[in-house]
């Protein structure tokens, strides 16, 4: 282990060890289930789910969609980082996760995830539809069992990871009663083009750290200077025109074109940006503002929708 993978975690251990021990396994548990990309995903199901119900809208069925979907993706994320152990142990990004830092035992996170994946999937198949419920397991072997151990051997592990990353709309629409339709499939491109640019600066800026825990996130461990942001170049490119099929499939009016423009705009410039300058502030300004487009886009989209309806 590095100096500061080893100073980093002294820090993180301090820190844990101020706290009452209750709060501390409290504070374990969230980490565990991945709390911010989980919310997002968890707005991502309430904003499918107005889009596909804007005329009938109602919130009983959306709480119990996004209980059942949000259970499913609490197994997933501790899934996910039950068989991550060994990898997650040997970044500083992850080394001081619960289970690598052993402050959660592995047999108490694998009844805690399946419990969880199998409570949601069971519940959204009693209290929403079989389809959300059918959705939301293919979402989870997709993640788990398929993304998760393809990470040692591919790189393409990351466009099958943007299989389940670009679900989460998907679940909420279906949970509305919506139908698997050029609509739904239109979001679903949307949030899998998005997925591209978000992660491939995500990789290269950790891209050491990757290898050194022997995960091939990108096509080699040192790509040659360019390699990354021409590839978040191309997908920003592609994301502009697919970004505005809502419109074409009566989803959503010119409002949400002219925002969804301007925002696949912004994200191109961030790739070139990352391209002309490959660095670490570059890469992390891609990654913030991906984190940006997300959210403005849904919630245009789903405002947008919703005008069309009033
Ligand atoms: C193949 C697909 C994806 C991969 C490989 C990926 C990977 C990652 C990683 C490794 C981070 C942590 C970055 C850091 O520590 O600096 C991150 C952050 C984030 N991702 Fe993604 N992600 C993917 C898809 C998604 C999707 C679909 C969503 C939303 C539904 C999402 C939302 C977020 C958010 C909100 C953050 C920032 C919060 C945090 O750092 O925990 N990601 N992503
Ligand atoms: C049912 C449901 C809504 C499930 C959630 C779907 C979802 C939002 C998946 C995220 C996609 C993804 C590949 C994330 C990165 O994981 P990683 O393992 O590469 O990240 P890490 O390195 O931080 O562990």
Not at 69 to 97: H, P
Not at 167 to 194: Q, Y
Request: net charge positive; proline share 5%.
């Amino acid at each position: 282990m590095s100096t500061t993978q080893q100073s980093y975690i002294a820090v993180e251990e301090s820190k844990a060890a101020a706290k009452p021990v209750s709060l501390a396994r409290l504070s374990d548990y969230i980490e565990l289930i991945k709390p911010r990309i989980s919310t997002m995903a968890l707005i991502s199901v309430a904003l499918g789910y107005t889009l596909a119900s804007a005329h009938s809208w109602s919130l009983l069925p959306l709480i119990h969609a996004m209980l059942g979907i949000g259970c499913v993706a609490v197994g997933c994320n501790s899934l996910n980082q039950l068989l991550e152990i060994k990898s997650d142990a040997l970044m500083t990004r992850t080394a001081n996760r619960p289970l690598p830092s052993g402050r959660i035992s592995l047999s108490e996170v694998l009844i805690f995830g399946i419990t969880a994946a199998l409570f949601g999937i069971f519940y959204l198949a009693i209290m929403v539809n079989l389809l959300t419920a059918f959705l939301s397991m293919m979402t989870l072997v997709l993640y788990v069992l398929v993304y998760t151990p393809l990470k040692r051997f591919t790189s393409l592990c990351t466009t099958i990871g943007a299989i389940p990353g670009a679900m989460p709309p998907i679940l909420g629409w279906t949970a509305a009663g919506g139908n698997l339709n050029t609509s739904s499939f239109t979001i679903f491109a949307i949030m899998f083009f998005w997925q591209f640019p978000h992660f491939l600066a995500i990789a290269w800026l950790y891209r050491h750290q990757y290898h050194q825990a022997g995960l091939k996130m990108l096509p080699a461990a040192e790509p040659a200077r360019g390699t990354i942001g021409w590839m978040c170049v191309i997908y920003a490119t592609l994301l502009i025109p697919v970004s505005l099929l809502p419109q074409y499939v009566s989803l959503a009016g010119t409002l949400y074109s002219a925002v969804a423009f301007v925002l696949g705009v912004g994200y191109l410039i961030f790739s070139i940006r990352f391209l002309i300058d490959e660095s670490r502030k570059t890469a992390r300004e891609l990654i913030w503002f991906s984190l940006v487009y997300l959210p403005v886009m849904l919630l245009t989209l789903t405002w947008d929708r919703l005008q069309l309806f009033n």
